[in-house]
């Protein structure tokens, strides 16, 4: 976990910051030699928890949403890049809201329209240590939220260097977006829209 890493707590414990820099240094690398695409989608929870529409199945919670959002950007991306490749989604077991995403994810793999825009080809729920590439995906979650909070919603330090690193090897393969206000509202209502799709097509 970043937040480990960054903290020098739980396995990196008595890691000296300097050795903590280089192992950061390190690990851009390696994502930036081996990245597809990068897609990060933040929220203001409770803002999402006031407007969700809980009555749709595998929505009621931030989570899920944000899943949403972040495959339909992966889709897009291969879709504008002229790629054919498929996705195998990959989600970390053992989230707070990992039923609601598995609800989610039921649902997509069920919906034919979804399956194209997700370019879904199958999903997983594994442990950390069974799939080590979402340590990438921890480390761009973990930069966003920081940049989303301590750069641009308050504005108390400048963007990390790791996080300029990320972007500037390649920011057309990078998609990030905060959920808030009207762009939010927007969003919400294509999910309703979703529900409505479900039920049209005899979802539970």
């Known amino acids: 976990h970043m937040v480990d890493l960054v903290a020098g707590q739980q396995k990196f414990k008595g890691v000296p910051q300097k050795e903590r820099d280089r192992l950061l240094k390190e690990a851009v690398k390696i994502i930036n030699e081996r990245k597809s695409f ?18 749709i199945r595998g929505f009621g919670h931030a989570y899920p949403i ?4 972040a495959m339909l950007a992966i889709g897009n991306a291969i879709r504008d890049a002229g790629l054919p490749d498929d996705v195998a989604y990959v989600f970390e077991n053992g989230h707070p809201r990992v039923s609601e995403a598995r609800a989610f994810m039921m649902n997509a793999a069920r919906c034919s329209s979804l399956k194209e825009s997700y ?3 199958s999903d997983s729920f594994l442990p950390k240590s ?6 990438a995906a921890d ?7 920081k940049c ?3 750069t641009i919603e308050h504005q ?13 090897s390649d920011p057309r393969r990078y998609t ?3 959920l808030t206000g009207a762009s939010l509202a927007k969003y919400l209502d294509a999910v309703r829209n979703l529900g409505l799709l479900q039920i049209e097509e005899g979802m539970p």
């Open 38 to 55: 990068g897609v990060s989608i933040s929220c203001n929870v409770a803002e999402v928890q006031h407007s969700s529409p809980r009555w």
């Open 119 to 121: 370019r879904y080809r």
């Open 66 to 69: 944000c899943c949403h959002f």
């Open 156 to 168: 108390i330090r400048p963007i990390r260097l790791s996080l300029m690193a990320l972007f500037k």
């Open 130 to 135: 069974d799939a080590v590439p979402l340590q």
């Open 148 to 150: 989303q909070d301590e």
């Open 176 to 178: 990030v977006r905060h």
């Open 139 to 145: 480390m761009l979650a973990w930069e966003w939220t």
